[in-house]
């Protein structure tokens, strides 16, 4: 992996897909899909890999322009950010969806699981691939958590929420593994739902984490949040699940801190792990300005040393419009170089 600056700057994951690439007024208009959507995509079938390709090539190239220290995809290639790989998975019936409620409440279709859950070949390595060919910067891909996809299934086949956990804890390592094997310098794991739904999270959620990671070679980061600020707009001021984090083997964990004005003093409870910081209000598509990102870095200062702290959004970026991302991206990165200063 590149050496980094103190600082660091990076995207939780998602950047926001061109309007030729994607219906936006559909992608808006609903949930984020946990079956697959491919309504929501404008180019014929044919065409559509190829797209594909040539946008996420744009994400690339505005992330380094913007001046981040480490790049993703932006999961351009993503209908939701976690039901390209859930649904890449056997064991499920995706003809015949089941039913879950998301964390917002309201029910939405699901993967049915109906046998053994696991992962027949790679999902995302040709991605990574194509990253790494298209940047000689650090490089960080994402993947759904194995709680968060447990909790965005319906089980007719395991009965027992903490097994279903374990069998995606089992495909995602496998997947983890591929990744780093195939250029990953960071492999991040989305668990938006240990914050969701904190009783079943610590229950099992971080077991199923560790199994996750279990034998990985590489920099792991988990992230948590409130859920993407187009659909959900209401915030509390902490994490219903956080300090449990401690107890996780990742090296890195993602928080929000800008829209739900997080207490930061929260982070003194995982002394040890370098923290992804969300500073980047995605409710609001005004950029901020450099002294409040700067501002809202040293709020956690306190708490967590300079060199455990990477710069980033609080979530995905993937519902703000083009001109909003970039500006916010280079808000980060301005504040990133007063920090380093001093």
Known sequence: MPALPLFPTTLVGSFPQPEWLI?????AGRFPPRVRARELWRPAPEHLARAQDDATLLAIRAQEDAGLDIVTD????????SNHFATALVGLDLDNPGEALDRSGHPNPVPRVVGEVSRPRPVQVADVRFLREHTDRTIKVTVPGPFTMSQQAQDDHYANPRTLAYAYAEAVNAEVRDLFAAGADIVQ??????QARPEPARAYGVDALNRALAGVSGTT????CFG????????????SFL????????DQISIETAQSHLDTSVLKHLTGKTIMLGVIDLSDPAVESTDTVVERVRRALPHVAPENVVIATDCGMKYLPWESATGKMRA???AAEVLRRG
Not at 23 to 27: E, G, I, S
Not at 221 to 224: C, G, I, S, W
Not at 228 to 239: C, E, N, T
């Open 23 to 27: 219906d936006r007024a559909k992608l």
């Open 74 to 81: 932006g999961e351009i290639r993503r209908e939701s950010y």
């Open 189 to 194: 794991l989305d668990e938006p739902y240990l």
């Open 221 to 224: 980061a988990v992230h948590l």
């Open 228 to 239: 993407y600020a187009a659909i959900i707009h209401d915030r509390p001021s902490g994490y």
């Open 243 to 250: 300090p449990e984090l401690a107890d996780c083997t990742c």
């Open 332 to 334: 980060m990165a301005t």
